[in-house]
């Protein structure tokens, strides 16, 4: 990375370099299930960090770190009534099963989210929203490191749309691909 790229101002809400700033196309999503996303503290500052995005564009989501020294995780809210895990491996929900009323999701590197799997006994016993492979045409930055890796924002998009329809999904599947254009034109997260 070049010095002058290190100093591009970002942008406070969405992190990507200023003249990368996707706030003014961030949709407002309003779903019935609530999101509760769990962003592992090495996610915080990324420029890459789609969560954060996610967060912003869902209306009933809330965000939650985990892993900070300086404060310890509260996993309350991951034992409401009604809770499920979007993670491609665990115990998956019965299929007559009623749909989930918050669904967590897990936003970090494949190893980060299977620690946290691991780490956090709240998550252990929740049943799992599984999605399929993604498909050939999605658009990407990089290679996933599992066969079912996508980006926080791609993986939300295609929940939103099991649950709760194309329709739904469509505004979030809409601003995950703007992002990965952008990002590609300019050929750098910075």
């Known amino acids: 990375m070049s010095h002058r790229a290190a100093l591009r101002p970002r942008c406070h809400r969405c992190f990507l370099a200023q003249h990368l700033c996707l706030c003014?196309?961030?949709p407002r999503v309003e779903t019935r299930t609530r999101f509760v996303l769990v962003q592992h503290v090495m996610e915080l500052g990324k420029k890459s960090n789609t969560g954060r995005v996610a967060a912003l564009a869902l209306a009933n989501a809330r965000l939650l770190?985990?892993?900070s020294p300086a404060e310890p995780f509260d996993s309350g809210p991951l034992s409401e009534p009604g809770t499920w895990l979007l993670f491609p491996d665990g115990p998956t929900a019965p299929p007559d099963a009623p749909a989930p009323r918050q669904l967590v999701v897990l936003d970090g590197s494949w190893s980060q989210a299977r620690r946290m799997t691991?780490?956090?006994a709240a998550l252990r016993a929740l049943p799992r929203l599984v999605l399929p492979p993604p498909a050939p045409g999605l658009l990407r930055l990089r290679e996933p490191s599992h066969p079912s890796g996508m980006s926080t924002l791609d993986a939300?998009?295609?929940a939103v749309a099991m649950l709760e329809g194309p329709e739904a999904a469509a505004?979030?599947?809409r601003l995950a691909a703007l992002r990965v254009q952008r990002i590609a034109d300019c050929g750098t997260l910075s």
């Open 24 to 26: 003014a196309e961030i």
């Open 65 to 67: 770190t985990h892993g």
């Open 118 to 120: 691991q780490r956090l």
């Open 156 to 158: 939300i998009a295609r």
């Open 171 to 173: 505004p979030l599947e």
